[in-house]
């Protein structure tokens, strides 16, 4: 390949230094960038050539912005003559630096990304800015890598977003963490390894980590399954069977927001109705988790009922995990599960504490 003309290198540098060195609060003149031009890219300019080049790529659609000035000056006769001056030049970016801080914070705390590939993507972010962005980056610590080591994740996704706009099913294996604090294929009780054959509808995010909504082919009804533990992913040519199909489904398309705040955390079970009294600084947490659709009612100084359509599973979870801040009043088959569990568990610290007090 022949080495770029020197004129035509010219406006590139430019644009580079621009992207480099500029933003709304660091603007530079065109005598700075002839300088930098010479100090930085070994490049001999004057101020017309870099202005005429600057005019040519705000043409060519970049959003340079500059400020005008007027300068009035003699010539050689005596005579009076108007100079318009542009200077100040910086150029506009797709993201402000306060996006950008938000889309880095969103993969240093997330769990489903790799570490490795996490860093790659943060520094990519990183180069959308210029360097006074990266040097004030430099103070977010680097974290421990909780995430799974699953370095098919980026291929399975493209592979899901393919066979959800296909509407086409795809198979793989699913990893899961053995004793040994490695992954391991989920296997069938003969020791063969399970294959899922799967009808994929959405990808979302929940607490931190990124699921598969879609359905397990065997059964007739939702599951959920963490995208970083899938492994082996292959698009296939049969069709992906409807959503609205599916149990539970109600013969409608999936409404993803509906069904992530039945879902609070991913199970999959059939949805009810509940009814659960809270005391009220609980009141944040409760729209939090589920969303501004739940209704309130038999309000008091102290407490405050809730009304709600939500995952069986999950508000059994929610209902443990926050209890006795949260008491289940209906349906009586959710207050006699809660119960029973109760009662096991109390059960079982009972008989912990007799034996190891007994020693």
Not at 89 to 116: A, T
Not at 129 to 144: D, E, G, L, P, V
Not at 202 to 217: G, R, V
Not at 230 to 252: H, R, S, V
């Amino acid at each position: 390949m022949c080495a770029m003309h020197p004129k035509k290198l010219l406006i590139m540098n430019i644009l580079d230094i621009l992207k480099k060195y500029t933003d709304v609060n660091h603007r530079l003149s065109q005598k700075e960038i002839v300088e930098i031009l010479d100090n930085e890219y070994d490049m001999k300019t004057d101020r017309k050539s870099v202005k005429r080049n600057l005019m040519n790529l705000i043409k060519f659609g970049y959003d340079i912005e500059y400020s005008e000035s007027l300068r009035v000056y003699k010539n050689k006769h005596g005579k009076e003559i108007e100079s318009l001056i542009l200077s100040d030049f910086y150029l506009n970016r797709d993201f402000s630096d306060g996006e950008l801080r938000l889309l880095i914070d969103s993969l240093l705390f997330s769990k489903h990304i790799p570490c490795s590939q996490c860093k790659e993507l943060v520094e990519k972010l990183e180069g959308l800015s210029n360097i006074y962005f990266r040097s004030r980056i430099k103070h977010i610590s680097t974290f421990s890598d909780n995430s799974m080591d699953n370095k098919q994740l980026f291929y399975t996704i493209d592979v899901l977003d393919e066979a959800i706009s296909k509407q086409k099913q795809v198979s793989f294996y699913y990893y899961e963490y053995e004793t040994d604090k490695k992954l391991h294929y989920r296997k069938r009780p003969d020791g063969s390894i399970r294959e899922y054959i799967i009808n994929p509808y959405q990808m979302a995010a929940k607490e931190c980590k990124y699921y598969l909504i879609c359905n397990y082919d065997k059964y007739n009804d939702i599951s959920n399954y963490r995208i970083d533990r899938i492994a082996e992913i292959k698009l296939l040519d049969t069709p992906a069977k409807p959503f609205e199909k599916l149990d539970g489904a109600e013969k409608q398309r999936l409404n993803l927001g509906k069904y992530m705040g039945e879902h609070i955390y991913m199970f999959s079970s059939k949805t009810v109705t509940v009814k659960f009294r809270i005391t009220k600084p609980m009141i944040s947490d409760v729209i939090d988790m589920f969303g501004n659709d739940v209704k309130f009612a038999e309000e008091t100084d102290s407490f405050v009922t809730v009304i709600t359509n939500v995952n069986e599973m999950a508000m059994l979870q929610f209902a443990k995990s926050f209890a006795p801040d949260v008491v289940v009043l209906e349906p009586k088959s959710l207050v006699d599960k809660l119960i029973t569990e109760t009662e096991k568990t109390l059960e079982i610290y009972k008989n912990y504490r007799g034996q190891n007090y007994g020693k």
